[in-house]
């Protein structure tokens, strides 16, 4: 750290040639709440010194490498490019081995990566999705009819808690047994940078994460060996597993096609089914949870939503259901839904990504400034991205018509290339926001609760939090986002 220092290389005064900047970030965690993700941690050091710049290095030692914050979107694009990429930081595979063994795609590196991702690809294809809209559907009416139950009781409750069930049964197309050992083991799992060893030294920690996998890999296999019998028996079979094992198969010769599944197949298939669940139902709950949040407090916007269903879903609110299920490209005309989401992601991003540094591996800004990665802990931050003005007129505004098509977008709304991380939703939302009309209701589970201490992160009481042992990992609404909830 001193040697860049002395490079002219930028970072957060002052650092201490003991404590590095560990003073600092002890002095903004004091300002931010206990629970608070730590990807806020980029964007409150970009408040306290506007002038550092978008990339900068932070001293962690002895709870992490260094660590070179990029909130500057081109130069996070040189290193998660094709031909420039950044290994994954070493911490990512130590989080996952408990829950996915290391044969998952976010562990996987190089060729052995690209042959599973390009088997898994097609599940994932628009076309492919299009097809599994009316199952989908089936389950948001589940998701509607829990709601309309909890409008009944007339009582606040965590709306988090049904978006993650929703989540789970849309992912899983059912609730799998295994899937609460999943979400136990996360607890156990750790990334090698925390800064509580509670949770590192507990002599019970390994028999839980055996025990969980143990159960996990129970209910998996039989999972798996039902998928296999049904697609051996119906051709047609088009789960994400069965466009996979084709492809497989396909590349290994027909030699797979009689006796048991394949070992290898097995193994790397049982991974990626924790994984997509694990990774996809903690995004696609958080994201609901904050589409809702940004829309109850924007009534223009949640006109203009509404206003989109009518016109492509139609009138009848309960026919829309019936349209998407025999009519699924209709979701591709919902534009301004789209635009929603990433606006939604854009002011509360899910992920950030961490990767690791390389020897002459050098990252360079538009001014020319060099950033070595060597040793370093690479950590794109999309909050700090996404939340600063450098980059978007209107930062702290819910604008979802910057992500509009042009031509329906005023010029300076036009968002910079690579400025924004994308994921995507949108069934959920045409199903339910004509019918319910939501409340936030933080100051009511105050008054209960009686929380201590700050709890709010730039004036915003429902602030990110990290529901598990890494600061890395995907972000939660705070407090499990209590609302009250009202039909329409």
């Not at 139950?149 to 009582?155: A, G, H, L, S």
């Not at 994400?240 to 197949?265: C, Q, R, T, W």
């Not at 996404?386 to 977008?409: G, I, K, M, S, Y």
Request: charged share 25%.
């Amino acid at each position: 750290m001193r040697m860049l220092q002395r490079e002219g290389l930028p970072m957060p005064p002052p650092h201490n040639l003991v404590f590095g900047h560990l003073i600092l970030a002890a002095n903004i965690q004091k300002s931010l709440p206990a629970d608070a993700h730590g990807h806020y941690l980029a964007d409150q050091i970009r408040q306290r010194y506007p002038s550092l710049g978008p990339t900068f290095y932070v001293d962690r030692w002895p709870f992490s490498e260094p660590m070179l914050m990029v909130t500057d979107p081109d130069v996070v694009a040189q290193s998660s490019t094709a031909d420039h990429l950044l290994p994954k930081h070493p911490g990512i595979k130590t989080f996952l081995y408990p829950i996915t063994e290391g044969y998952d795609l976010n562990c996987l590196d190089g060729e052995t990566w690209k042959f599973w991702r390009r088997l898994f690809n097609p599940g994932f294809s628009a076309r492919h999705m299009q097809t599994l809209v009316s199952t989908i559907v089936e389950e948001v009416a589940v998701f509607c009819d829990e709601l309309r139950q909890r409008v009944e009781e007339e009582k606040m409750f965590s709306f988090e808690e049904h978006t993650l069930s929703v989540s789970i049964d849309i992912i899983g197309r059912v609730a799998f047994p295994w899937i609460s050992a999943l979400l136990h083991q996360r607890q156990w799992a750790a990334f090698g940078l925390e800064m509580g060893i509670w949770m590192l030294i507990n002599p019970m920690r390994y028999f839980y994460m055996w025990n969980n996998r143990r159960i996990m890999d129970k209910y998996i296999d039989r999972d798996l060996d039902e998928r296999y019998t049904t697609r051996q028996a119906d051709a047609k079979s088009k789960t994400i597993v069965d466009l996979a094992l084709a492809d497989y198969k396909s590349e290994k010769g027909s030699s797979l096609d009689k006796g048991p599944m394949d070992a290898v197949f097995r193994k790397f298939t049982r991974s990626q089914m924790k994984v997509f669940i694990f990774a996809g139902h903690d995004a696609a709950s958080t994201t609901m949870c904050y589409c809702w949040l940004l829309l109850s407090r924007n009534p223009q916007a949640m006109a203009k939503i509404r206003a989109e269903h009518d016109a492509v879903l139609g009138s009848d609110r309960d026919k829309a259901a019936a349209a998407l299920s025999e009519n699924p490209a209709l979701l591709n005309r919902l534009t301004y839904t789209l635009a929603v989401i990433k606006e939604t992601l854009r002011l509360f991003p899910v992920v950030s990504a961490a990767r690791g540094g390389l020897k002459d591996f050098v990252l360079t800004d538009a001014q020319g400034q060099r950033f070595p990665t060597e040793d370093c802990l690479v950590w794109a931050v999309h909050h700090g991205i996404h939340n600063n003005p450098l980059w978007w007129p209107r930062v702290d505004e819910f604008v979802p018509e910057r992500f509009l098509p042009d031509e329906e977008r005023a010029e300076e709304l036009r968002p910079r290339k690579h400025a924004w991380r994308p994921s995507k939703l949108k069934i959920v939302l045409a199903l339910t926001v004509r019918d319910f009309d939501l409340e936030e209701a933080f100051t009511e589970w105050d008054r209960v609760n009686k929380p201590k201490g700050v709890k709010t992160v730039n004036g915003e009481r429902a602030y990110q939090i990290c529901d598990g042992s890494i600061q890395l990992e995907s972000s939660h609404p705070v407090d499990g986002f209590p609302v009250r909830l009202f039909a329409r």
